[in-house]
């Protein structure tokens, strides 16, 4: 009987092992990603060194890419199996880079709308970590929210290949890869809801080049990109042309949850640095835990937490299960981005100053949750498209 736990492309040999795991992959994050995480969020070479040396110890404790594709070289769990760890890897921002799961959502994309061409020449070579990729659909100027009014073009030439011209931005991770998918308009007019295209540019073709370093609350990572009429070859377009947002829905509901997952578990860090605190630390009035406006904060965090844990829970099942996961997405989506803002601000309050200086990964964490509210689209996108939906179940044309 096929393992359950496998996308059914057959199981690394230490599964069983790599299973059991949230505890193991815990470990791995706690005692040797949180301690280079000021080295990794510094970027440059000792960024680089330091994400080397923990690749290299995440392959010799089979902990590598556990949920791609066995056959591709992965650890071949499967999505829901690589839930119940994701929250225990997303600790720290840096866990998926670390233990080789962050190309997962291109790995799947590539896998299932790549040409023969692309699968052979980059999908190997993604989950062994040899190559990265990013993902470039928004825009200056342009609302990222409206993806119709997209301005980047590819152009047809007659050998069948495409000539793309436009600027993206906020592109995680755009100095470093070597793949951008980029979202272009190929036929119609700006506002078109057709149209829109996805291609995948290797980012040494002439004509591409990364502008500038766009810092978020002072922190590196994003960037944005120019293509002045960069040729790319005929079998680069994933899918069909016009199927941009098809492939970009599916992929966006599959990376959201995964981002509610790796939440949670920046989440529960700093709430547990709260508590460390609060029981820890006091005046002449006695230990913090003994305040209760401190035991308030307590409280809210702890509600934030499990109230949506299983909202993101669900939306993992209902993905699992292949089924239409849109609200559950959205609402988990939401209720993630706000449950980590409040819950690392909390973390923040009780520490005091201490919780805004660089001895402790609050300010990171804050700063994921801030950022979180907007990337992958804004709260607002999320509450509107859901409530929407709702109200249509209730015959209203909303
Ligand atoms: C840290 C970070 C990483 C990112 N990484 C990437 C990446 O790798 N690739 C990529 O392509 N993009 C990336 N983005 C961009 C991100 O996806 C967009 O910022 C997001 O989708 C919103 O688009 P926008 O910024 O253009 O905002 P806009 O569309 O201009 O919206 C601005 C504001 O208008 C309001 N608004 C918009 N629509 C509605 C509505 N329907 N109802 C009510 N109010 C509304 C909201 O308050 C919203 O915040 C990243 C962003 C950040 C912050």
Request: glycine fraction near 14%; charged fraction near 25%; proline fraction near 6%.
């Amino acid at each position: 009987m096929e393992d359950p736990r496998t996308d059914g492309g057959g199981a690394a040999g230490q599964e069983a092992e790599a299973v059991a795991p949230a505890e193991r992959v815990g470990r791995f994050v706690r005692d040797r990603v949180f301690p280079r995480e000021s080295v990794l969020d510094g970027g440059g070479p000792a960024a680089a060194e330091a994400l080397a040396v923990l690749r290299a110890e995440a392959r010799a404790e089979g902990l590598w890419a556990l949920p791609l594709p066995a056959e591709l070289g992965g650890g071949g769990l499967s999505f829901a199996a690589y839930a119940e760890l994701a929250e225990a890897e997303g600790a720290s921002d840096h866990g998926p880079a670390a233990l080789g799961s962050a190309p997962l959502l291109d790995v799947r994309m590539l896998d299932r709308y790549g040409r023969p061409g692309v699968r052979e020449a980059y999908l190997k070579r993604l989950v062994a970590g040899e190559i990265r990729t990013c993902y470039a659909m928004t825009e200056p100027g342009v609302p990222g929210t409206d993806p119709f009014r997209t301005a980047t073009r590819a152009e047809r030439l007659p050998d069948g290949g495409w000539r793309v011209t436009g600027r993206k931005w906020f592109t995680s991770g755009a100095a470093g890869a070597d793949l951008v998918t980029v979202m272009a308009r190929t036929s119609g007019a700006d506002g078109d809801r057709e149209g829109l295209s996805l291609l995948l540019v290797p980012t040494g073709s002439a004509g591409f080049r990364v502008v500038r370093e766009l810092p978020v609350l002072g922190v590196a990572g994003q960037y944005e990109i120019a293509l002045d009429g960069v040729l790319v070859p005929a079998d680069h377009l994933l899918g069909e042309p016009g199927e941009a947002l098809a492939i970009a829905g599916e992929r966006l509901l599959l990376g959201r949850t995964l981002r509610c997952l790796r939440w949670l578990g920046q989440a529960q860090r700093a709430f547990d640095l709260m508590c460390e605190r609060a029981a820890t630390h006091g005046g002449s009035r006695g230990p913090l835990a003994d305040q209760q406006l401190v035991q308030a904060h307590v409280f809210d965090a702890l509600l934030a937490l499990r109230t949506t844990r299983p909202l993101v829970r669900e939306a993992v099942a209902l993905i699992a299960a292949g089924q239409d996961a849109r609200t559950e997405v959205g609402l988990a989506k939401v209720a993630a981005a706000r449950m980590l803002q409040q819950v690392a601000d909390c973390a923040i309050q009780v520490h005091g100053a201490a919780g805004l200086g660089p001895d402790t990964p609050l300010p990171g964490l804050f700063r994921t949750g801030r950022a979180a509210r907007i990337l992958d689209g804004p709260d607002e996108l999320h509450i509107t498209a859901v409530a929407r939906r709702v109200l249509r179940g209730h015959g209203r044309s909303a």
